[in-house]
């Protein structure tokens, strides 16, 4: 049986269709605020890697950032004063960041170096609410088997890996790749629910 959602407890500040289904999972009710997409991404939003900036601290600055802008949206639209809830993935490989593909070409390339071993998905989640901001990290491990190249090209044909960190979505067809995950698998598909939910009961975002 579903539950019922009550009045929206929150803001989502994320376009991602994954997260607001998780978030409806477990039975919180939100309004979006959607951030402009490139190239006319707001400046506070830009999720370009700064120089030499480790996988750790890029998704976690660009989480929190989401968030505190969010929050300031709020704020210049006067709206409903609530928590805002953000959140970012990205996946480490060799102490590189990998994010989105930007053609299918770089999505093949992706999934080729990703074919038989192991990456991290990082996944942190930013709740920005009265001035203040809390931040949670979760870090999953996950391994593909070995991939051949009609599979990744069939997969990448399929358009899935284009909006998604790392060139794939475990919830979708690529959840045959892998081959052992350690970690979160909600965190892997972009919102870790058991550090989601403990950040809302600190702003007492009633779920």
């Known amino acids: 049986m579903a539950l019922e959602l009550d009045a929206p407890a929150i803001y989502l500040a994320s376009r991602s269709p994954r997260r607001r289904e998780l978030l409806t999972q477990i039975g919180v009710s939100f309004d979006v605020i959607a951030f402009r997409g490139p190239p006319r991404e707001d400046d506070e939003t830009d999720e370009t890697p700064l120089p030499g ?34 959140a970012d993935t990205t996946l480490e ?14 999505a093949f390339r992706i999934l080729r170096r990703l074919s038989g071993k192991t990456h991290r998905v990082l996944t942190a989640v930013a709740v920005a609410g009265d001035g203040r901001l809390e931040a949670a990290l979760s870090i999953s491990a996950v ?22 960190a790392g060139a794939y979505g475990i919830q979708g067809h690529a959840g045959l790749f892998v081959e052992h995950l350690a970690g979160s698998y909600t965190g892997v598909m972009g919102l870790p629910l058991f550090e989601t939910g403990r950040l809302l009961r600190r702003f007492n975002a009633s779920y």
């Not at 601290?57 to 809830?85: C, F, N, S, T």
């Open 53 to 86: 900036e480790r996988p750790i601290d890029y998704v976690q600055r660009v989480a929190e950032a989401k968030a505190r802008h969010g929050e300031r949206i709020v704020g210049w639209r006067r709206l409903e004063r609530r928590p805002v809830l953000a």
């Open 93 to 106: 490989f060799d102490g590189e960041i990998i994010g989105k593909p930007c053609d299918a070409d770089d």
């Open 143 to 164: 391994r593909f088997g070995v991939l051949d190249d009609e599979d990744i090209r069939r997969y990448v044909d399929s358009g899935e890996p284009m909006d998604k």
